[in-house]
């Protein structure tokens, strides 16, 4: 089971929101090359990374600390956040990243995910965000209208080469995810599947494993880390556990 620690950029400082709300968020201290490097020193190799200026704005705006991360520390990195043309893909596979994810933009145009698919081999994961079954877009702001299973039944076949399962009700909430819904997905999927949203304790880890689902390759690890709900040297002991 792969943890992926997760850095969530805003303003070049590491934030993380409740429910994806803007206006609900928390600012840490530490920049995100740090947490980054702290990371690395604990023996972490993959990370999770979301470019919440870029979920704004539709642009790479902090592709330079993005590329200082992979330089340093030679970390696989996925990273997600307003990606919406082949443009920036490239940027972000140029820059070294392991996975790019493609949120809104691949569940309002089915077409882009499939050719992004195509053009970068490999490269693409596909970010579904979910709440109530129903997949959100733009920031989470609002409701695509399609089912979560539904949608990807559609698009399965594109070749998408990871996808990461949020449920938004218990992302930032530390009330454990919904392994539930992600393991009807998992069963849906082509693609190995990522957990995410929710994670509070080490017991959710250990849950996770205990689904014993093929398919489910990883967990995303966010703000029980910053809290100090889930300590580094016990959560890095699960990677090799």
């Given at each position: ?168 009700n218990r992302d930032g909430m530390k009330q454990s995810p919904n392994f539930e819904e992600t393991v009807k997905v ?54 090799n556990a």
């Amino acid at each position: 089971m792969k943890i992926f620690p997760a850095i969530d950029i805003k303003d070049k400082k590491c934030v993380r929101l409740v429910k994806g709300d803007f206006d609900n968020q928390t600012v840490y201290e530490m920049s995100p090359v740090e947490q980054a490097g702290k990371y690395k020193d604990h023996g972490f190799k993959n990370l999770h990374i979301v470019d919440l200026d870029g979920a704004l704005t539709g642009e790479t705006v902090n592709l330079d600390i993005i590329h200082e991360i992979v330089t340093k520390f030679d970390l696989k990195i996925e990273i997600g956040g307003g990606l919406r043309n082949f443009e920036s893909i490239q940027k972000y596979t140029d820059a070294g990243v392991e996975k790019v994810i493609l949120g809104s933009a691949a569940i309002q145009n089915k077409n882009f995910l499939k050719q992004a698919c195509e053009k970068f081999p490999d490269k693409i994961a596909l970010g579904l965000d979910a709440k109530d079954g129903y997949l959100s877009v733009s920031g989470w702001k609002e409701n695509s209208n399609q089912l979560t299973l539904d949608y990807l039944k559609e698009v399965n076949k594109y070749g998408a080469s990871r996808l990461i399962y949020t449920d938004i009700n218990r992302d930032g909430m530390k009330q454990s995810p919904n392994f539930e819904e992600t393991v009807k997905v998992a069963d849906t999927s082509n693609c190995p599947v990522v957990i995410s949203g929710g994670v509070s304790s080490i017991e959710d880890i250990k849950k996770a494993k205990e689904l014993n689902n093929k398919n489910i390759e990883g967990i995303i690890v966010g703000k029980a880390i910053y809290d100090g709900d889930i300590k580094l040297d016990e959560l890095v002991k699960e990677v090799n556990a």
